[in-house]
Structure formats: structure tokens, C-alpha cells
């Protein structure tokens, strides 16, 4: 068997320091040499999930090495090949087989699909959570005028952009490093000595919004 290996990060900033693209590549060649499939080629794309087939070259020049080869373009997760059940279901009609590390070799491509449905649905349910709990603090607010809540809302907003850009490369080298839970990471960043944006302390509290606009990305 050959295998193509894919690895994706969304930001440039992790694409630049490398946090998450070694990662999944050594956790890739780890799963190749334990099920003795050899590399035919290695790929990687620092690009959103959420792009169209046209708007991700790297991937589909992977998938024409894999067709070339008679190979499977390889992922570590599943959402590196994407976050939209719609663009894997796309996928799996261009004619390239696709294995997931995380996933095992036996998961097939309609297997893929489905978990593909399953983690689609979760990041709806965040969505949801979140915007219902953006409609608890904008009537906290406690005005009427629409102007004024506009603004507060983009201040917010570009609060939460810029500490979810800061934090996105820390968020990644922590999971990297097998810290997933809210309260490892928050533990993780208070080690690196690593400030929330009102310079204090993360707890397992302060993380969570944190890590829900991290993994719905």
C-alpha cells in the first residue's frame, strides 16, 4: 500500500511556526511505518477547511499523486481534509481513497462520511450554543438603541478575533503535546506563562469559549 500524506492548518500563523504540520506529519509516518505502507509523497497546506476544492491547490494536487500512484491521500484527523460533510461527500466522488489515522485503516470512505455528518452536527449545536449565549449578553447590555449595541458587539467581536489569533498556535502545540481538556490546556498556558487577555490566570472557565471557537473552526 502507498499513501499520500496530507497535513492542514487553518491560520498562517501556525503554518509559519510549524505548530500542528510536524505533528500530524510524524503522527502520519508513525501510522504508516506500524501498518508498513510506504510514502509516496508529503503535502502541506496552510489554508480554512471551510474553502472549496478550487480554492485548496495543495489538495488537489495530493489527490493527483495519490491517483497517480494508486495510492490514499492520508489525514491525521478527519477535519483536516475539511469541517463540511458537503465538501468530504464531494470528495468521495473524485474517485481517491482517504484514510484517517485517528479513524483506523478500516474506516472506509462511506464510513468517513458519516463521522464527517456526526462532527458537522456538534459544531451546528456550538454554533447555536454560542449565539444563544450572545443574545443572554447583548440584553445584558441593557440598551435599545441599535447603533449602540452594534458597536458593542463588534468591540466583542474583535476582542474575541484577536485573543482567538493569539491563542490558536498555544491551543495547537498544547493538543499536540496530548493536553486536550479545557482545564490541561488552561494548565499548559499558565506553565508558559501565558496571560488571558485581561492579564490573568486561565482557568478551565476562561478556556472554554476559548476552545469552542477553536475546534469550530
Not at 141 to 167: I, S, Y
Request: hydrophobic share 40%; net charge positive; charged share 25%.
Amino acid at each position: 500500500m502507498n499513501a499520500v500524506i496530507l497535513c492542514r492548518v487553518s491560520t498562517s500563523d501556525q503554518g509559519k511556526s510549524g505548530l500542528g504540520l510536524l505533528s500530524q506529519e510524524e503522527n502520519c509516518r508513525s501510522f504508516c511505518a506500524t501498518h508498513n505502507i510506504a510514502i509516496s509523497g508529503i503535502y502541506k497546506e496552510v489554508v480554512s477547511g471551510a474553502k472549496t476544492l478550487d480554492d485548496r491547490p495543495v489538495l488537489q494536487e495530493a489527490m493527483a499523486h495519490a491517483k497517480k500512484e494508486n495510492a490514499f491521500v492520508l489525514v491525521y484527523k478527519l477535519d483536516r481534509l475539511s469541517r463540511s460533510v458537503h465538501f468530504v461527500s464531494g470528495l468521495m466522488v473524485q474517485g481517491v481513497k482517504f484514510k484517517v489515522v485517528e479513524l483506523g485503516l478500516d474506516a472506509d470512505n462511506f464510513q468517513l462520511h458519516l463521522f464527517s455528518a456526526l462532527a458537522e452536527k456538534e459544531r451546528e449545536l456550538i454554533s447555536k450554543r454560542t449565539k444563544e449565549a450572545l443574545a443572554k449578553s447583548t440584553k445584558a447590555l441593557g440598551t435599545h438603541n441599535p447603533k449602540t449595541l452594534a458597536l458593542a458587539l463588534q468591540g466583542r467581536a474583535k476582542v474575541a478575533k484577536a485573543t482567538d489569533e493569539r491563542m490558536a498556535p498555544h491551543i495547537q502545540e498544547a493538543n499536540d503535546l496530548g493536553f486536550t481538556s479545557l482545564r490541561e490546556v488552561a494548565k499548559h498556558l499558565n506553565m508558559k506563562g501565558i496571560p488571558t487577555p485581561r492579564g490573568g490566570r486561565w482557568t478551565a472557565g476562561t478556556m472554554s469559549p476559548v476552545m469552542k471557537r477553536y475546534k469550530a473552526k
